[in-house]
């Protein structure tokens, strides 16, 4: 890029453009002509896997923007209007709520790839700024998004992260109810977050061009850290360099659509299918797991204001990492020291992650404050000592050369690829234990037959589980998300369309007012939802005990358990996805007519081994005979319990049959393409060797 | 750039026309999803289900205005006058040629049920106003007789008319 441009423009046409405008040579020079050293390994390909995600999320954030309402009283079951009714709304949204995991973990590697190869160093310490201000603006953009669904988590995780700048010495109450725009999180709160989160990536890509033009001045580092110093170092952008990164896209493409399509909700909160609720606090207040390791460090230091202090200095030290590591070789494959200590920072900043998810109490506190203590002195002790000190191994002349000397290290990154993954599913997995301080006992794992990439829902066993529904739970609970109309959608429980028009007409409706101005009655339409039976919160408190019998729509994934490690492990290879399921089944049966020894009921529960702190309000709902089946199936308490089980997930999530089959077709797709990337890379790159 | 011939050109070839078709119809593919979007969603076209209308309240020359799928539906009840009106005119004066037996049901001639939406540009005609006793469109002077049908102005077709049937003499379901 640097230097006069070597396009020559063919056509007339581009002869005239070019004099005016040149941006077919911009493209050219930096995109077609570009060199690039000839040794980069896969870890350059996440800077172009970074701008196909910030694409994937502007692009997907501004069709949902098209279908979400920006508003406290609307903005959960727009969400959940775009999941059920939109067309491909499930798909849009899991691309970008699953998308901001993806380009956090993407960006993650990017940053971890600077600084074990020292990105950083001159004449690149613009670069690597520019750099840290698109993490930080995405740290805000991330935060912000997640707020909008309005659920459990949304709110309380605004009003923690708002909170912080509270510990701003005299101005900071001041501060947070600017932040707010009220007396708490609340409905100017929602408006300006959905304001700027679409906002913020424009200013992202604004600053990714920055990074990218940087980037072409100063010419990419590479594995050596040796600047190309002739031709042979460097091969042209396109297409060696394309190439390239266009197979590590289509290969990460195959993990993103693992999680878009089979593992939609792994990387999220199940509190955040309840609607937000200030009046209650959920027992966990977790961030996402890609802020956990600075959630840590802020919980680590027993200072409020400290505490905030180091959250962000956490991040504000990478500003000056340039300065702060001034040794003179680059890559820390010559840097026997350095590369240990880097693997021990990386080993830091995961142990954070997961004691970030971790209840803040006993042995986790201590931890952090011991892995708090390492991150900064990493920086600012062990790499100012080491580029003082470190003897570092002898550099090769130049790139080529070290490209001839060495055999393939393309074993080594893959085994580091995988080992990163494992890594990362570790975090993850963190996040699923944070609830380990309950204690108790897992819910027993059921067979589903919706479970598995291949699982469908069992339509007979819908069908029975809407007869519960209807003859027991609905004499409480409401289904408010549910249509009578979905029961005769593809992947219900395949009752006709003349079926479910006689269903919703035995249902009667509240309607109105009327010409005359008054409220009626009147039978069901296929539009109408599985309304409440009581006609308000007060009614519903008063004939259940004081406890409003909460909206069924959503149980079966708002109702979650710890499930440790290593288990999380195999949830991921395994696509488990059933905690809700599960729980809700085991709640059904879990009730005990004596309470265990040393147990004081209070008056009026009920002893349920399942219900957090194990008394519920709720009496033991369903008994054997209760409901009757035409099918032959036992007439029994566990059968019930499954079965109106499957029915609440068909119901929390009508489109499951679809998105599995179409996540098995893209599945197939991508791994021909990827396949097909691989073979004509290496039938270009064979040029080069 | 060098042009390099191969040894086995067909292959290579191959392999990247194959890719890059592949890739083509990948690109494509997901393309459809974005368009798809946004089209009217299920509860929607769920809302959009049909509506019954009272007619005992519309006296003889009186009309209402009722809304399904959000657009404005007249349901004019037409005085003998008007009917006889409608029926007079020969089909050849009409730019859109319909009988009035064609826009109305048989046994119930006096009920007129049309969209009200102008076919020039889509405004909503004002009734029982204009030259023909029907309905006047302001924004670029469409007339329309009191079937509804056009007879001046740039409007090019008739008010449609929606599918609607009689559930009973005084109960119609439009939809
Ligand atoms: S819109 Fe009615 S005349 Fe133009």
Redesign the pocket.
């Given at each position: 890029m640097s230097g006069p441009s070597t396009y020559q423009p063919q056509s007339p046409f581009m002869k005239w453009l070019e004099q005016r405008l040149p941006i077919a040579g911009l493209v050219h020079s930096s995109f077609i002509a570009y060199p690039t050293p000839r040794n980069l390994n896969y870890w350059w390909t996440f800077g172009a896997i970074l701008s196909m995600m910030l694409a994937v999320q502007i692009i997907t954030g501004i069709v949902l923007a098209m279908h979400y309402t920006p508003h406290v009283d609307f903005a959960f079951d727009s969400v959940e209007r775009i999941v059920r009714d939109v067309n491909y709304g499930w798909l849009l949204r899991n691309t970008h709520a699953a998308g901001a995991s993806m380009f956090f973990i993407a960006v993650y590697i990017h940053m971890f790839r600077g600084l074990y190869y020292g990105s950083y160093k001159a004449p690149r310490e613009v670069l690597w700024i520019l750099g840290v201000i698109i993490y930080l603006l995405m740290m805000a953009t991330g935060f912000m998004g997640y707020v909008l669904p309005w659920g459990q988590m949304s709110f309380w995780g605004a009003t923690v992260i708002t909170n912080l700048f509270s510990a701003v010495p005299f101005v900071g109450d001041s501060i947070v109810t600017l932040l707010w725009g009220g007396y708490s999180v609340g409905n100017p709160t929602l408006n300006r977050f959905f304001s700027l989160h679409y906002l913020l990536p424009f200013v992202i890509a604004g600053v990714v061009v920055l990074h990218v033009w940087a980037l072409h001045v100063t010419g990419q580092n590479n594995p050596t850290g040796v600047e190309p110093k002739t031709e042979k170092d460097t091969v042209a952008f396109t297409p060696y360099a394309t190439m390239k990164d266009v197979f590590g896209m289509s290969c990460f493409l195959l993990f993103f659509s693992w999680f878009i399509f089979y593992m939609p909700n792994y990387l999220g909160e199940a509190d955040n299918y309840i609607p937000a609720n200030p009046g209650v606090t959920p027992p966990h207040i977790v961030p996402e797991w890609y802020y956990l390791p600075f959630y840590a460090i802020l919980r680590s230091i027993p200072n409020k204001l400290m505490g905030v202090v180091a959250m962000f200095g956490a991040i504000i030290v990478l500003l000056f990492l340039p300065w702060l590591d001034s040794a003179k070789v680059r890559s820390s494959r010559y840097r026997p020291l350095a590369k240990r200590f880097f693997w021990g920072f990386v080993v830091v900043c995961i142990m954070l992650g997961w004691l970030g998810s971790k209840p803040a109490e006993g042995i986790y506190t201590v931890l952090a404050r011991v892995f708090t203590f390492a991150y900064f002195a990493y920086f600012l002790i062990v790499l100012p000592l080491l580029s003082r000190v470190e003897k570092t191994l002898p550099l090769p002349n130049s790139i080529s050369e070290d490209v001839l000397s060495k055999g393939k290290t393309a074993g080594a990154t893959a085994a580091s690829l995988l080992a990163l993954v494992m890594a990362g599913t570790l975090m993850f997995g963190g996040v699923q234990s944070a609830k380990a301080a309950e204690g108790g006992e897992s819910p027993p794992s059921l067979e589903w037959s919706f479970a598995g990439p291949f699982g469908t829902y069992d339509r007979p066993q819908l069908q029975r589980g809407f007869k519960i529904y209807k003859e027991v739970c609905s004499a409480c609970h409401s289904l408010k998300l549910l249509q009578y109309r979905n029961l005769a959608e593809p992947g219900g429980p395949g009752f006709t369309i003349e079926q479910a028009k006689a269903i919703a007409a035995e249902a009667s409706i509240k309607d109105g007012p009327n010409d005359a101005g008054e409220m009626f009655e009147r039978p069901g339409r296929l539009a109408d939802t599985f309304h409440s039976p009581f006609p308000n919160e007060q009614a519903a408190r008063s004939a259940n005990g004081g406890a409003v019998p909460p909206d069924m729509s959503l149980l079966a994934k708002a109702r979650s358990y710890p499930r440790g490690f290593p288990q999380f492990v195999f949830d991921f290879f395994t696509q488990f996805q059933e905690q809700g399921p599960n729980y809700i089944d085991a709640l059904l049966q879990g009730y005990q007519d004596t309470p265990p020894e040393g147990f004081t009921l209070p008056d009026g529960a009920y002893y349920n081994k399942w219900y957090p702190g194990h008394s519920i309000k709720m009496p033991p709902p369903i008994s054997d005979g209760q409901v009757s089946f035409d099918d032959g199936s036992p007439e029994t308490v566990p059968q019930y319990a499954k079965d109106v089980t499957a029915f609440l997930m068909w119901a929390a999530e009508p489109h499951l049959e679809a998105r599995k089959r179409l996540g098995l077709q893209v599945m197939i797709f991508l791994i021909i393409l990827s396949g097909l990337l691989y073979f004509t890379k290496r039938k270009i790159w064979s040029n080069v060797h | 750039m060098t042009t390099e011939t191969s040894a086995e050109p067909t292959r290579r070839d191959f392999l990247y026309i194959a890719t890059g078709a592949v890739a083509a119809v990948g690109a494509a593919a997901a393309v459809w999803p974005f368009i798809a979007q946004m089209n009217p969603d299920a509860s929607t076209i769920a809302a959009g289900a049909p509506i019954e209308v009272d007619l005992t309240p519309i006296a003889e020359g009186q009309d209402i205005k009722v809304f399904w799928r959000g657009q404005p539906i007249f349901v004019m009840n037409r005085t003998q006058k008007q009917v006889d009106e409608a029926r007079a005119v020969k089909l050849s004066a009409l730019p859109d040629p319909q009988t009035d037996e064609e826009r109305t049901k048989a046994g119930h001639e006096k009920w007129l049920v049309v969209v009200g939406i102008?076919t020039?540009?889509?405004?909503i005609?004002i009734a029982h106003e204009g030259l023909f006793d029907g309905f006047f469109?302001p924004?670029?002077?469409?007339q329309y007789d009191s079937s509804g049908r056009i007879r001046q102005?740039?409007?090019p077709l008739n008010l449609p008319v929606p599918p609607y049937q009689f559930v009973s003499d005084t109960k119609i379901q439009i939809g």
């Open positions: - | 102008c020039h540009l889509g405004c005609p469109c924004c670029h002077g469409s102005g740039p409007a």
